[in-house]
């Protein structure tokens, strides 16, 4: 059928009687009234606790928002732990690709998430080429 054939406009549904509307109504303002308790809540300075989110999830976070900040696909999480006010992680991320793939360059970021798992600050610490070893101190 063509686009304007009346079989089309006949498969539109709507709410076959006044109750149905009436309800959609009902609950969606007690939803607003919830928002609105939670954001009076928020601003009358009743702090609620966050929730830390897990190591795994703490690593997706600080390499999915890092990528978002710099422009590149982090390769790994090197290191996360757990801070008192949320994560530290170090993502490794390729900046400058060269053959040999050996010679590309690789930096070293520390990722500072808060509990909730949001960046709060990052740094690089560190650049190496992808085939440099560590040497022990």
Do not use: F
Not at 25 to 37: I, L, R
Not at 46 to 59: D, F, G, L
Not at 81 to 101: F, H, N, S, Y
């Amino acid at each position: 059928m063509a686009a304007g054939d009346k079989g089309e406009t006949e498969r539109i549904r709507r709410p076959s009687s006044k109750k149905t509307a009436k309800k959609t109504v009902t609950k969606t303002a007690k939803t607003t009234s919830s928002k609105a308790a939670d954001t009076t809540a928020a601003q009358g300075g009743v702090k609620r606790a966050a929730r830390r989110v897990s190591a795994p999830r703490a690593m997706r976070y600080a390499a999915e928002q890092l990528q978002e900040l710099l422009g590149r696909i982090p390769e790994s999480v090197s290191s996360v732990k757990p801070t008192d006010d949320g994560w530290q992680a170090d993502v490794e991320v390729l900046e400058l690709e060269r053959i040999p793939e050996t010679t590309s360059v690789m930096a070293s970021y520390r990722v500072t998430l808060d509990e909730e798992g949001e960046l709060v600050a990052y740094e690089r610490t560190r650049r190496y080429t992808r085939g440099q070893i560590d040497r022990k101190p």
